[in-house]
């Protein structure tokens, strides 16, 4: 009975992602209404209440679900990766841009940037930067792993390297995330056209 218990759980939770994120998209953030989750979700309002304080901790699930979806992937490059260091980098972050608004809109990410700044300290301030720091360990545990298969430098600080491109890739998004005229491709070329300066540093 507890295993079909946790399968309707889960099956109830993801309903509700799913029409918060629709409704989210459609109606904007700050429009979409419990109520009309909890009616596209096909669950009582009470429900809802029963796996989230407010509307903020639903578009925090979205984004967890969002950057674990990508985390996933990205651990198939870091076991894996391309026998290029450009190459690898650029697989590994091209893994999480082109997911970047499979969930989320560009409207939904600034929001979800703005609750994380003006709360740090909240649940969803937390789990934001945990999420951060989960997308910079996988960055710096594939340099780890070009340079233990000889591609990159004995000599190079790993994590400090993994800080570096993820904080220059997160800053990008961030104005990214700013103009809804910008386009994904323009990102990956952008991001791309900046990390040869640390491939060149950094490789064999």
């Known amino acids: 009975m507890s295993g079909l218990r946790e399968r309707q759980k889960a099956d109830r939770h993801r309903r509700i992602i799913d029409a918060a994120t629709a409704l989210f998209r459609e109606a904007g953030y700050e429009g979409a209404k419990i109520e009309a989750i ?26 967890s679900l969002e950057v674990n979806e990508v985390l996933n992937a990205g651990r198939g490059v870091v076991a894996s990766p391309p026998a290029n260091v450009g190459d690898a980098l650029d ?6 841009i082109e997911h970047s608004l499979n969930y989320l809109s560009k409207e ?77 491709p323009e990102l990956r070329a952008a991001i791309r056209r900046q990390n040869r300066i640390v491939v060149a540093a950094i490789g064999m």
């Open 108 to 184: 939904m990410w600034r929001q979800a940037m703005a609750i994380s700044t003006q709360l740090p300290d909240s649940p969803f301030g937390q789990a934001y930067t945990a999420l951060d720091r989960e997308l910079t360990k996988q960055i710096s545990a594939l340099i780890a792993r070009l340079k233990q298969i000889g591609l990159v430098r004995p000599d190079i600080d790993g994590p400090a390297v993994g800080e570096l491109i993820f904080n220059n890739m997160n800053m990008m998004f961030i104005e990214f995330v700013k103009r809804d005229e910008a386009k994904i």
């Open 38 to 63: 909890a009616a596209r979700a096909e669950v009582s309002i009470g429900t809802i209440y029963n796996y989230y304080q407010n509307k903020g901790d639903i578009l925090g699930a979205i984004v």
């Open 91 to 96: 697989t590994l972050i091209g893994i999480y």
